[in-house]
T-cell receptor, first 113, second 114 residues
Framework: SQELEQSPQSLIVQEGKNLTINCTSS?????LYWYKQKYGEGLIFLMM?????EEKSHEKITAKLDEKKQQSSLHITASQPSHAGIYLC?????????????FGQGTELSVKP | GAGVSQSPSNKVTEKGKDVELRCDPI?????LYWYRQSLGQGLEFLIY????????KSGLPSDRFSAERTGGSVSTLTIQRTQQEDSAVYLC????????????FGPGTRLTVT
């Protein structure tokens, strides 16, 4: 079965600093999804990447997909306290057949003012 | 409503009791998913509905777990004879179409089995 490994597991950064979170798959990635979760809340969709080399940005968050490395990275520029939370990557388990997402264990981000 | 809603938000039950968790997806979303999030296990897929049918039940941990969806809308996840290891946050998500994987999540139901 496919597994996703995220690194680091937790991260504490000073406000204004840049940071990167990685998500590596044990199998070929057909699609990669990034979500953010705040404690006690549901997941908020951030971005979806489907093609090798694809890069998407939303405000100060950029995500890239490297199909050859079976990896995606999430980069936050000039972090703010509002960026704090748990970031989860999810991947399609079956190509184009709908259904479940497999998730990584999450990366907990804290931003110190 | 504007988003996925779940009820109750919190549920405390005694071991051996049955519980029902409800999910109200975004109107018009044909696909509905149940996940479970617990410490040490991360976010696990349970079951997925396309309309009222469930093409993938592979994540249900035991036959004590069942789910149904009626009218292509509301879904209920039932756990019979609850055990302490069932304690977790149960998350529901919906998407416009299973081929469109942008899943929108509800706030979850925190289940505690004492």
């Amino acid at each position: 079965s496919q597994e996703l490994e995220q690194s680091p597991q937790s991260l504490i950064v000073q406000e204004g600093k840049n940071l990167t979170i990685n998500c590596t798959s044990s199998k070929t990635l057909y699609g990669l999804y990034w979500y953010k979760q705040k404690y006690g809340e549901g997941l908020i969709f951030l971005m979806m990447l489907q093609k090798g080399g694809e890069e998407k940005s939303h405000e100060k968050i950029t995500a890239k997909l490297d199909e050859k490395k079976q990896q995606s990275s999430l980069h936050i520029t000039a972090s703010q306290p509002s960026h704090a939370g748990i970031y989860l990557c999810g991947a399609e388990s079956l190509y184009n057949q709908g259904g479940k997402l497999i998730f990584g264990q999450g990366t907990e981000l804290s931003v110190k003012p | 409503g504007a988003g996925v809603s779940q009820s109750p938000s919190n549920k405390v039950t005694e071991k051996g009791k049955d519980v029902e968790l409800r999910c109200d997806p975004i109107s018009g979303h044909t696909a509905l998913y149940w996940y479970r999030q617990s410490l040490g296990q991360g976010l696990e897929f349970l079951i997925y509905f396309q309309g009222n049918s469930a093409p993938d039940k592979s994540g249900l941990p035991s036959d004590r777990f069942s789910a149904e969806r009626t009218g292509g809308s509301v879904s209920t996840l039932t756990i019979q004879r609850t055990q302490q290891e069932d304690s977790a946050v149960y998350l529901c998500a919906s998407s416009l179409d299973p081929a469109i994987y942008e899943q929108y999540f509800g706030p979850g139901t925190r289940l505690t089995v004492t």
